[in-house]
């Protein structure tokens, strides 16, 4: 069993940044993939970075030059740098990790940490 757990959420101004942390515990795997997803009220998740066991990052469009995703192996954990932030990127975010060594691959979800952008 993994555990997961988010941290760095808070409220922040338009233009600010937030540094968002996934930390892993319990029973780990050496072949997995970590993503951040996000909701806002009413809307659906949807996917916003990935981050494969050999470094490769994706991003949907609208964070692209502007949040970075990496994960620090040995402290199991994954971070998300946000900068530049928009009134837009305000919702609950989710960190994920996939286990692609069962059948069929496990997910692991987060608690979720709340990302507010106001004036």
């Known amino acids: 069993q993994v555990q997961l757990a988010e941290s760095g959420g808070g409220l922040v101004h338009p233009g600010g940044s937030l540094r968002l942390s996934c930390a892993a515990s319990?029973?780990?795997?050496?072949?997995?993939?970590m993503a951040w997803h996000r909701q806002a009220p009413g809307k659906q998740r949807e996917l916003v970075a990935t981050i494969s066991g050999s470094g490769s990052t994706n991003y949907v469009d609208s964070v692209k030059g502007r949040f970075t995703i990496s994960r620090d192996k040995a402290k199991k954990t994954m971070y998300l740098q946000m900068d530049s932030l928009k009134p837009e990127d305000t919702a609950v975010y989710y960190c994920?990790?996939?286990?692609?060594?069962?059948?069929?691959?496990?997910?692991?979800w987060g608690q979720g940490t709340q990302v507010t952008v106001s004036s």
């Open positions: 319990g029973s780990t795997v050496s072949i997995s993939v």
């Open positions: 994920k990790l996939i286990d692609y060594t069962k059948l069929p691959p496990r997910t692991y």
